[in-house]
């Protein structure tokens, strides 16, 4: 009993020692005394002046003097720029006319005027332009529309008409020149669908539109004349002698190739296939220039009868050479053809290579 008592002591002390420290710290947090340590002198408050009043808020926006208002528009859009679309061609910033660029003659073009003539009368044959003269420049008056209503009630209605002027000048020496549009008229046709835009502003926006639709057709003429002279240089046809001296065509082709692509342009002449014999390579032809059947007229080549050859029935076999492939032409008879004869059928051959773009 005496020893539970001895170690009883200490604990009774230390629990009245924490019972005292926690009263206190209690205390502290019912009382409302503040902590003078932890308390910052704050400031004294702003007291506005009896004379200042709640400044008025304005609600515009004053332009310096001498600048202008901007014309109210219902439409946003994009500014309108000229393209430099066609190689070589370039916009001088330093001419006063906004609808004008500079050409520059490409090296595959002969020649530069027709060609920039050929874009303008693309132009206005593909998008259905109306041409009003074609003197020392082209009149062209151009009707906008737009598509109003849905499903069974949608129409068309005609919104401006705009009547322009293309005008081009080629310089003496004919590698370059310049075009540019003069506007000659606008006239809005319907004031509900038509652009809300001031006539000037209208008008610039046209005008730039055609010539950069100008650059885009010259481009494509452009592209026209590369084509057609990768045409040529895939042709491999020329004019020939076999070793018995016959007149022939050759070709550089392999013989199965130009066998088959013989056989439509023999038809596009206006022969008859009889027999084609592909183990010989060889077509029996028939020929008549005064064949004017109706199917031959609807659905036949505008080469078709155009060769001198007399009426009758003609071989054209293949042979491989160390030379390449030879086409020879006979008779009936079985005599070779003559030189004009054989050069009647290449130059007609070449032009329905040109003009269907084959390879051969």
Request: proline share 3%; charged share 25%; aromatic share 10%.
């Amino acid at each position: 009993m005496e020893k539970c008592v001895k170690y009883l002591k200490p604990a009774l002390l230390v629990t009245l020692v924490s019972l005292t420290t926690g009263c206190t710290s209690v205390k502290n947090w019912l009382t409302d005394t503040p902590n003078v340590k932890n308390t910052k002198q704050s400031t004294d408050t702003l007291v506005v002046p009896e004379s200042l009043n709640t400044p008025v808020k304005s609600t515009e926006f004053h332009l310096v003097k001498g600048s202008k208002q901007a014309n109210k528009s219902e439409t946003v859009t994009s500014p309108s720029s000229v393209l430099e679309i066609l190689q070589g061609s370039w916009v001088n910033t330093d001419d006063d006319n906004p609808y004008k660029i500079m050409l520059e003659k490409p090296t595959q073009v002969e020649n530069f005027e027709q060609f920039i003539n050929n874009g303008i009368e693309g132009l206005i044959n593909s998008r259905e332009y109306k041409l009003i003269s074609n003197g020392d420049n082209y009149r062209v008056e151009v009707t906008k529309k737009t598509e109003v209503g849905f499903w069974f009630w949608k129409r068309e209605v005609e919104t401006e008409r705009f009547v322009f002027e293309i005008n081009y000048k080629v310089l003496p020496h004919g590698r370059s020149g310049e075009a540019f549009i003069t506007p000659i008229e606008l006239e809005k046709l319907s004031d509900t669908y038509a652009p809300k835009f001031s006539n000037e502003y209208r008008t610039q926006q046209l005008s730039i539109e055609m010539l950069n639709q100008l650059s885009l057709e010259l481009d494509y003429q452009y592209r026209v004349v590369i084509q057609k002279q990768q045409v040529l240089t895939d042709v491999s046809l020329v004019m020939g002698t076999n070793p018995a001296g016959d007149h022939v065509i050759t070709s550089q082709r392999d013989i199965l190739f130009v066998f088959k692509k013989l056989e439509d342009i023999f038809e596009d002449l206006g022969f008859d296939i009889e027999e084609e014999d592909k183990k010989l390579f060889l077509y029996t032809l028939n020929y008549d220039k005064d064949d004017k059947s109706f199917f031959g007229s609807l659905f036949g080549s505008e080469y078709r009868n155009l060769l001198s050859l007399e009426a009758g029935e003609y071989e054209a076999v293949l042979v491989t050479t160390i030379d390449g492939v030879y086409i020879q032409f006979t008779n009936e008879e079985g005599q070779p053809l003559s030189q004009s004869q054989v050069l009647e059928i290449y130059n007609l051959i070449i032009k329905i290579i040109k003009e269907e773009e084959v390879e051969l």
